[in-house]
């Protein structure tokens, strides 16, 4: 567990936390880029341009053909799993990414035997941008998540509005369907609060993120109370860099840390549309370092908590 102060010493022989043993460095796990780097992205880009979209489309065409075999319209077959037709024919074309629940009720009410359900994770997959897209299977699965921001709120922390400004300001800019598409797959990312087991999570925020009012200074407020919200859950803590500090551990830039069920300790760094993932030990054990200052060096969870009710009061 990272905490303030300190970061807590990791015995690398310890066979019973499930550990790797002290002379095994896994090499670094990169994660392509979604193109080579310095290639632009066409203005208007869609998510099935994007590598690992094939599996999208795959699906349309498959629940297409298990709906005809059944003999049912999409006006039909909407009312029989919820959704409108012009939705049903946006799954079918690969226009927009299937949700999980309506890929479990298209499968039982075409009888299609567990052929849809088959390709629900993978689609789920391909919600995210390419060079995320492993990091988003980690991150679900972790046990612990510590994350360090300074452009924008984490996501995992967003409201809906905040959110979608912040795809709205992406540049080349992004159709209104991808968008729609990031948000939804954003979002459903906080299904990590409700899990059965609560992972533990902290974040460290720049204070210049919590007085930039993206998506305007009402949707900012709407933003900083969710922030007050998920603070005060017992297994969050968030605190504050202040801008006033004159020592800062993270000069470098952003990054999060993760252990997964297994012990495995993992850091994450991403950069534009370039993403990597961290498995050797002296790597992620530099960043954990980095990490335990921060906190130190950063308001309390309890000063930050006060701190968001300042700015509210402001607002």
Known sequence: MYVRGRVAAVRQDDAAGGREPVDVVEPVERVPAMEPPGAAEPAGKRPEDEPGQGVVTA??????????????????FGKLVGYAAQSIASFEQGRRIPPPRFIDRADEVLDAGGVLKALKDEVARAQYPAFFRDMARLEAEAVELHVYDTHVINGLLQT????????????????????????????????????????????????????????????????????????????????????????????????????????????????????????????????????????????????????????????
């Open 59 to 76: 699906f349309g065409r498959q629940l297409k053909l298990f709906r005809t075999r059944a003999g049912l319209g999409r006006p039909e």
């Open 160 to 315: 809906e509005e905040y959110a979608r400004a912040v795809f709205r300001m992406r540049r080349p800019l992004l159709d209104e369907d991808t968008i729609e598409h990031r948000v939804s797959a954003r979002l459903g990312r906080q299904a990590i609060f409700s899990r059965r087991r609560l992972p533990t999570l902290s974040f460290v925020i720049e204070e210049s993120v919590l007085t930039r009012p993206i998506g305007g200074r009402e949707g900012m407020r709407g933003q900083l109370e969710q922030l007050l919200l998920h603070g005060q859950r017992r297994n969050v803590e968030i605190q504050v860099m202040p801008n006033e500090r004159e020592e800062h551990s993270g000069l470098a830039g952003p990054f999060t840390l993760m252990e997964t069920a297994k012990g495995r300790r993992i850091a994450y760094v991403e950069v534009q549309k370039d993403s990597r993932l961290y498995t050797d030990r002296e790597t992620v054990r530099e960043m954990e370092a980095q990490y335990g200052i921060l906190r130190a060096q950063a308001l309390t969870p309890r000063e930050s908590l006060t701190f968001f009710e300042k700015l509210l009061g402001e607002r």
